[in-house]
């Protein structure tokens, strides 16, 4: 099994930014890859980013291109997504996600709002 705890979120004013990150443990190992995905009230929970973890190779939904940046540290497991100028349609919870072949690891989410 793997753990992802993720730390971040918050309230933040419309065109600042915020920093969420994930730590996974346990059996961390193989082909995987790490990022997030987001729920909006009423809405499907959608893709933001992912990074491969053997090829490094980073994906961003359209939103998240230019504003948002998925880094991570492969020593410590973690991964960190910089978001910056936050918008009020950015407001959702926020997902961690491990993908390794057909295994979907999810963190509990946390909050992220934002204000006009």
């Known amino acids: 099994q793997v753990q992802l705890m993720e730390s971040g979120g918050g309230l933040v004013q419309a065109g600042n930014s915020l920093t969420l990150s994930c730590a996974a443990s346990?059996?961390?190992?193989?082909?995987?890859?790490m990022g997030w995905f987001r729920q909006a009230p009423g809405k499907d929970r959608e893709f933001v980013a992912v990074?491969?973890?053997?090829?490094?190779?980073?994906y961003y939904a359209d939103f998240a291109e230019g504003r948002f940046t998925l880094s991570r540290d492969s020593a410590k497991n973690t991964v960190t997504l910089q978001m910056n100028s936050l918008q009020p349609e950015d407001t959702a919870v926020y997902y961690c996600?491990?993908?390794?072949?057909?295994?979907?690891?999810w963190g509990q989410g946390t909050q992220v709002t934002v204000s006009s």
């Open positions: 346990g059996q961390v190992f193989g082909n995987f890859d």
């Open positions: 990074v491969g973890w053997t090829h490094d190779s980073t």
């Open positions: 996600h491990l993908g390794r072949g057909s295994d979907d690891f």
